[in-house]
């Protein structure tokens, strides 16, 4: 994480991966889920999760399974069997481009399970820019 800017009224963060910036600003969330004694899954395109992050953030990285260099068909299906088997306390997804047909696979898998799922957009793998 870099401060790129800092007054008292604003403060410029730059997360290295949005997976870091999921550590940071769920810290709560994920600590409480960490209780439970299931498996943590995080999925992405290309490595972004650093054990150093898992450390900072309280989770035991006994329990952390990222599996990354999986293209979006491939993260929905492992979504949608981790929820259905109920083996995780959560699922972070970074997944881009999601179509009608994912969408409503994972909507379907999310209300079968008890398993908390978390899907994060990746900004940095886009092109274009985006203005909010």
């Known amino acids: 994480m870099l401060i790129e800017h800092s007054t008292q009224q604003l403060m410029a963060i730059n997360f290295e991966s949005p997976f ?28 972004m999760l650093k054990r150093s992050w898992v450390n900072t953030a309280g989770l035991d990285k006994h329990k952390v399974i990222h599996l990354a260099n999986l293209n979006n068909e491939n993260i929905v ?13 959560y699922v972070v997804a970074c997944i881009n481009n999601l179509n009608e047909q994912d969408k409503a696979r994972l909507q379907k898998a999310v209300s079968l399970s008890d398993t908390c799922l978390l899907l994060v957009h990746d900004e940095q793998s886009e092109q274009s820019i985006q203005y909010h």
């Open 20 to 47: 870091q910036q999921i550590l940071q600003q769920q810290r709560p969330l994920l600590k409480s889920l960490n209780k439970a004694k299931k498996w943590q899954l995080w999925l992405s395109d290309r490595p």
């Open 77 to 89: 299906s492992i979504i949608e069997k981790a929820l259905q088997y109920k083996t995780c306390s």
